[in-house]
């Protein structure tokens, strides 16, 4: 009987399986870069399933307009970079309430349609006028990534369109309006049947941290830290692993 | 009857007038608010600077071009609606405002599915011809033109069935053949209704962002119109995608101006 009082407390003060991640509750706020949304919705429903009665909401977009979000008060508990320098912009003005931590690292790999009619075999496929090419804008991080690769193996490229995130950029290569585009080998791997990778040496170059942190104006504070670790915890970085990003 | 009219508005009821001045603020603080913030003592030189430029000649281009497509598909589309004998023209009607109120992201993916390389007609464009429409600035004047044209179709379509016909059939019993009788009598008497309708085609094409992103794609110089510069802007440097925004707003007032006495003084 007084077995299962305790267990009926340990239930209602959210203590389960997971002791770990602390007493959360309520609702988590989540701003992450687009580039996490499929990592990130299943381990919000995760985290949900070890926390019941907790609501995981998770905000995807381009990491820089996520940072701006976040001066300009959004009320978001955890923020999940796709660059450091986005996160360097909340902890600049004091909006972060813990040291970002490094969770997975992504570099990019070439993404072709199905069956690669194109034929590309490398970045030098770029250069090529004839060819159709995506890419994101420089502005965004996955863009500023390929200037990185292309500045290392001292190709031009040139391309047909400079999408406004990497998701964008994926889309046109499903569609196969585009014969190649640089996205990241998580992208490429979520769309595994529409899409064929390619892989290049001057992928080392187009590493990029992700990075996240607790917010200083958190509504949630207990809850931000509890799903943060969850993110490091064996089960979140085995979902990161498999989604193809590296995990520290 | 003048002067019951008269103190009739000086009773005004606070219950309408204070929804009223919240609805008015509500509207303008935030054009007022990008004003105030628009970098004044720079903008000439941000405004002259090559990427804004390049945008906004490339955004005035294409609305234009597409305003021109609009004009020679549309015109002839509204008289087809308003005069035309042709069944379920009601239904017809309805369809062409479709574009009028569907987001204009959809559109842009119709457009993709349709035209593009792999479209529906895009992959035969593409093997017979070689001719590949999304990331071209030809893909940037059909997407605002198919966001635009239910805009131009609505007004000169208005402006035929106000017109009397009886003016046509004169002309007709008089000999003139009915593509004499468009020129000459019809088009005339609608020609408000053709300019109030360009003008608003030309400003929701220069507005277009939607389909254009979706379809046409972003290429500095090519495809990168003011929306989506001011978008792309907002990532890195606000300051410049505040001066775009303003570009739009004085255009959008201006146009508004110039549609004056047609819409913003009534009916008086």
């Known amino acids: ?121 490398g970045l030098a496929d770029f250069g090529d006028a004839e060819a159709k090419i995506a890419l994101c804008a420089e502005q965004v991080p996955c863009g500023a990534a390929a200037k990185r690769a292309f500045d290392a193996a001292g190709i031009t490229a040139r391309p047909d369109t ?34 064929e990778g390619v892989a290049f040496p001057e992928a080392d170059r187009t590493v990029n941290d992700y990075v996240i942190a607790p917010l200083a104006d958190a509504p949630n504070d207990a809850g931000a830290r509890a799903f943060i670790e969850h993110v490091r915890s064996e089960q979140g970085r085995a979902v990161l692993a498999e989604a193809g990003f590296d995990v520290p | ?91 017809l009607r309805a369809l062409v405002t479709v574009p009028l109120v569907l987001p204009p992201v959809v559109g842009g993916v119709a457009l993709l599915f349709v035209l593009g390389r792999r479209g529906l007609v895009g992959q035969h464009l593409d093997a017979w011809f070689g001719i590949s429409l999304p990331f071209t600035t030809a893909g940037v004047v059909l997407a605002e033109a198919f966001v635009a044209m239910p805009f131009l179709v609505i007004s000169v379509e208005g402006a035929l069935r106000a017109a009397d016909p009886r003016y046509e059939e004169a002309a007709a019993t008089l000999g003139a053949s009915r593509w004499l009788a468009f020129r000459r009598v019809t088009l005339p008497s609608i020609l408000p209704g053709v300019v109030a309708g360009t003008v608003l085609c030309w400003a929701r094409a220069l507005g277009e962002f939607g389909a254009t992103i979706t379809f046409a794609g972003n290429f500095p110089g090519e495809t990168t119109t003011m929306p989506l510069a001011v978008y792309l802007a907002l990532e890195t440097d606000p300051e410049s995608a505040i001066v775009l925004s303003v570009v739009l707003l004085l255009v959008s007032v201006g146009v508004l101006a110039a549609l004056r006495d047609r819409w913003i003084s009534g009916p008086s």
């Open chain 2, 1 to 91: 009857m003048t002067s019951t009219r008269r103190r009739a508005r000086g009773r005004l009821p606070v219950v309408l007038v204070l929804p009223a001045v919240v609805g008015l603020a509500f509207l303008l603080i935030p054009l007022v608010g990008l004003l105030v913030r628009a970098p004044w003592r720079t903008l000439p030189e941000q405004l002259f600077s090559e990427s804004v430029g390049d945008a906004l000649r490339l955004s005035l281009v294409c609305a234009s071009l597409a305003t021109v497509v609009c004009l020679v598909l549309g015109v002839p589309l509204a008289w087809l609606l308003a005069r035309g004998d042709v069944p379920g023209r009601g239904v």
């Open chain 1, 162 to 195: 400079l999408e406004q995130d990497v998701k964008a950029v994926l889309a046109k290569v499903r569609l196969g309006e585009v014969d190649a585009a640089l996205v990241y080998r998580t992208d490429v791997r979520s769309a595994a049947g529409e899409v």
């Open chain 1, 1 to 121: 009987m007084r077995a299962l009082a305790l267990v009926a407390l340990m239930v209602l003060t959210g203590c389960g399986a997971t002791g770990s991640d602390g007493a959360a509750t309520g609702r988590i706020t989540v701003f992450a870069a687009a580039s996490l949304t499929g990592t990130f919705t299943r381990l919000g429903e995760d985290f949900e399933a070890a926390h019941p009665g907790v609501e995981v909401v998770l905000s995807f977009g381009g990491s820089a307009g996520l940072a701006q979000q976040i001066g300009q008060g959004a009320p978001a508990d955890v923020f999940a970079s796709a660059a450091p320098a986005n996160m360097a912009q909340v902890v600049d003005s004091g909006g972060t309430a813990a040291a970002p931590v490094t969770f997975a690292r992504n570099r990019l790999e070439i993404a072709v349609p199905r069956g690669n009619p194109a034929g590309i075999s």
